[in-house]
């Protein structure tokens, strides 16, 4: 007799139309601590925090944004992802909407991707492409495709070696007078860079590689 298949997780409701809420979004209960904690390293060679914990550096020695959690407190928002939560998905290879695992075949993980405006599509594509969107189960792929405000052209790739690639976030340099300022873009920054001790990073970026059919139709994410 075969084994019953493990029940799928399911994405949080919120709200009267019990709108799915990503298990990677971040909700208005969830506050960052950043300002007035940050400083500068006794060396002068970077930022730390003032009462730095291992926890928030990760293994390449990058600083990381703090936020607490409370997933499921307050307002969902639903273009921004929580940092510990979006890293843990794509250490872990978690659903982005459920929480739960990730649809994985012989071609790979399930990754749900834009599709690029014509100019910068080309033959290989998404090859090599760089990606802070954790991966997806198949019954949250549809989900996905029809509720997340970044995909209005999605295409289902699946890609057999996603490589952790680097970090998203922003610079924050200090100024004249010895303060802190944030830079005021969003930078992603590959591991091993020079100015990674300015960085404070937000979210994992990981290289799709080894993706199969970046033409895989809509729907037959299965295959
Ligand atoms: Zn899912």
């Given at each position: 007799m075969a084994a019953a298949p493990a029940t799928p997780a399911l994405p949080l409701l919120w709200?009267?139309?019990?709108?799915?809420?990503?298990?990677?979004?971040?909700?208005?209960?969830?506050?960052?601590?950043?300002?007035?904690?940050?400083?500068?390293?006794?060396?002068g060679r970077g930022l730390a925090y003032r009462d730095e914990a291992p926890a928030d550096r990760d293994r390449h020695g990058v600083l990381w944004a703090r936020l607490t959690e409370a997933q499921g407190e307050g307002r969902p928002d639903f273009g921004s992802l929580h940092t510990v939560r979006q890293r843990r998905a794509m250490f872990d290879m978690l659903c982005q909407v459920c929480g739960g695992p990730a649809s994985r075949t012989s071609r790979g993980w399930l990754f749900l991707v834009q599709r690029p405006e014509t100019a910068e599509e080309s033959a290989d594509w998404p090859e090599g492409l760089l990606s802070t969107k954790p991966p997806?189960?198949?019954?949250?792929a549809a989900l996905a495709a029809r509720y997340c405000p970044h995909l209005t052209d999605p295409v289902a790739v699946r890609v057999r070696k996603p490589r952790v690639w680097g970090v998203f976030g922003g610079f924050v340099v200090p100024d004249a007078d010895g303060g802190l300022v944030p830079s005021p873009d969003d930078h992603t920054l590959p591991y091993g860079h020079s100015a990674a001790c300015w960085f404070l990073a937000s979210q994992l970026v990981i290289e799709l590689t080894r993706c199969w059919s970046a033409c895989e139709p809509f729907g037959m994410v299965g295959a």
């Open positions: 709200g009267r139309n019990n709108l799915p809420v990503p298990y990677a979004a971040r909700w208005s209960a969830e506050r960052a601590a950043m300002r007035g904690v940050l400083t500068v390293r006794p060396d997806v189960c198949e019954p949250c």
